[in-house]
């Protein structure tokens, strides 16, 4: 049978099992915050790993070790920036995260929770809120949707169209019936096959390289410069500088990343968070080195096998190597692990945008609140609506990933970071602040690039946000209101059960 094939086959069994793993999602969900949040009943397994990939999505097994073959190690401070951030997001704030959700009158989006915690009766945050997350994921939605019609093409040489359809349809419909639920645990799946796949490639091509001997190293020493082994390139500059602080710049963008951040609100209660923070880092630190070193012994072992590859294939380096190295239905679960992580992004920012769509504009515009049964259909009804959007958008081929995936992750990190921190440790952000700070941070990601400096617009966005939401906040604060006493109440309250919480697992541990 021909190779070919068989990764068809693997893949075919990967795409039924995420649809057989929606079904399930489907039967569990009852009600409208079952499809939102899953009842806020999620394991810290299952909350760390949907977390993790629907984070990383197609760079971690693509856009990095491609890096990393091509120019080395100065490519790993990007890994470095998300890795801290991503650890401060689950130690500061998913516990009180959670906890201030149930408390903020059971907030179950991230612009309800932001009224709810300002008290803001306009409902203009929460519009404000919304308005963004639909059309950053949207435009994200769709570059995960031409991701996957590319990498339909490189892998099997089909057609674009075909390839984006059959993926972002099987996406759009686990996650159409399956809703967070089906979301999550797929997410799960996927990343246990994720990082499976980045642990045994590059155990096997270190032992194949091992194995060659002075083949090998010769091929290192032909295809590497010293630059590429040091974390700060060839020639250390200015502009070295501008490069390795944009690339830590992108840790500040979790804590503003709706998709992720939502597995803190549906985790069982803010105790798990540390059970689930420590699963997911170790999940996060083991496929990230899983990814580097598959990326440096790429250079050698695809040498020994006469294969160069060029900037446009050095993504297909993870690929490459796992055709040569594994049976081919194993190489096909490879395969499929790649669509795993472009899949798994897609379907949280499907739900997340839904919830935006539904919850955070259309109940607020037509003040009405639809029955439970009537809500998970609207749920659904936006999911569909959002994925026919995003693939008249994806139809076009060309379309830059890096570039789409780049400027949401800034928009979210800018318009929303600043306000969840805010929100959870500063007791006087008022509903203004934060509408002058998720404005502000937006906007700065638009404009920022035009001054042309090299600076990852993040950064600057994300200052600027949070300068906006202080400076603000004190201008418009009103203390010994009914509100403001309401709201201080509501903040002494959760920090007293992230105390207990933390209180109660070390009582138990010890």
């Given amino acids: 049978m021909p190779a070919t094939t068989v990764y068809l086959i693997a893949l075919g069994v990967y795409l039924v099992a995420m649809i057989a793993i929606g079904y399930y999602g489907f039967r569990r969900t009852k009600n409208h915050d079952d499809y939102m949040l899953g009842g806020r009943d999620l394991p810290p ?46 130690r500061l704030v998913a516990p009180r995260l959670r906890a201030y959700t149930e408390v903020a009158n059971d907030s179950v989006t991230v612009p309800i929770f932001l009224e709810n915690r300002t008290h803001d009766r ?142 803190f609100m549906a985790l069982r209660n803010a105790r798990e968070a540390k059970t689930a923070r420590r699963i997911g880092m170790g999940w996060m630190v083991l496929s990230l080195l899983g990814t580097i070193v598959s990326g440096f012994l790429g250079i050698a072992y695809l040498s020994l096998n006469g294969i160069e590859l060029d900037d446009v294939t050095a993504e297909t380096v993870v690929l490459e190597m796992a055709q040569l190295l594994f049976h081919p239905f194993i190489a096909g679960l490879v395969l499929a692990a790649v669509v795993a992580a472009i899949m798994s992004t897609i379907s949280s920012q499907l739900i997340v945008s839904s919830s935006a769509l539904i919850d955070d504009i259309g109940i607020v515009i037509f003040k009405k609140k639809p029955s439970p049964k009537a809500g998970v259909w609207l749920g659904r009804l936006g ?66 690039p035009i001054f042309g400096t090299g600076l990852y617009e993040l950064l600057p966005g994300f200052v600027i946000g949070l300068v906006a939401a202080v400076v603000v906040s004190l201008a418009t604060h009103r203390p010994d209101t009914v509100d403001d006493r309401e709201i201080q109440d509501e903040f002494t309250r959760t920090g007293a059960i992230v105390l207990e919480g933390i209180h109660g697992e070390d009582a138990s541990a010890s």
């Avoid at 097994?61 to 990007?78: C, D, N, V």
């Avoid at 404000?128 to 994921?137: N, Q, R, T």
């Avoid at 008249?392 to 780049?406: G, K, M, P, R, T």
Wanted: no cysteine.
């Fill in 122 to 263: 306009t409902h203009l945050l929460r519009i404000v809120a919304g308005v963004v997350i639909l059309v950053f994921f949207t435009l994200y939605v769709s570059s995960g949707m031409v991701a996957g019609g590319k990498f339909f093409v490189s892998s099997f040489g089909g057609d674009y169209l075909t390839g984006m359809l059959v993926i972002g349809g099987v996406t759009v419909l686990y996650s159409l019936f399956g809703g967070f639920l089906g979301a999550s645990y797929t997410d799960f799946v996927q990343g246990v096959l994720m990082m499976l796949a980045l642990i045994g490639v590059p155990i096997l091509a270190f032992i194949a390289v091992l194995n060659a001997g002075d083949s090998a190293t010769a091929a290192f020493e032909s295809h590497m410069t010293p630059g590429q082994l040091s974390f700060f390139g060839d020639d250390f500059s200015f502009s070295t500088v501008i490069v390795i602080v944009s690339a830590l710049a992108w840790g500040l963008g979790y804590f503003g990343q709706p998709h992720i951040i939502v597995r």
């Fill in 383 to 448: 999911v569909l609506v959002i994925s026919v959007v995003a693939i008249l958008l994806s139809l076009d081929q060309n379309s830059s990933i890096l570039e789409l995936v780049s400027f949401a992750w800034a928009g979210f990190g800018a318009g929303f970071g600043p306000l969840i921190l805010l929100s959870l440790f500063w007791r006087r952000l008022t509903n203004w602040g934060a509408i002058a700070g998720m404005v502000l941070g937006s906007a700065t990601v638009f404009i920022w």
């Fill in 45 to 90: 397994a299952v909350a760390a790993l949907s977390a993790g990939a629907s984070d990383m999505s197609g760079w971690l097994m693509m856009g990095l070790p491609g890096a990393i073959y091509l120019s080395g190690l100065i490519e790993a401070w990007m890994a470095i920036g998300l890795t801290i951030g991503a650890y401060l997001n689950w």
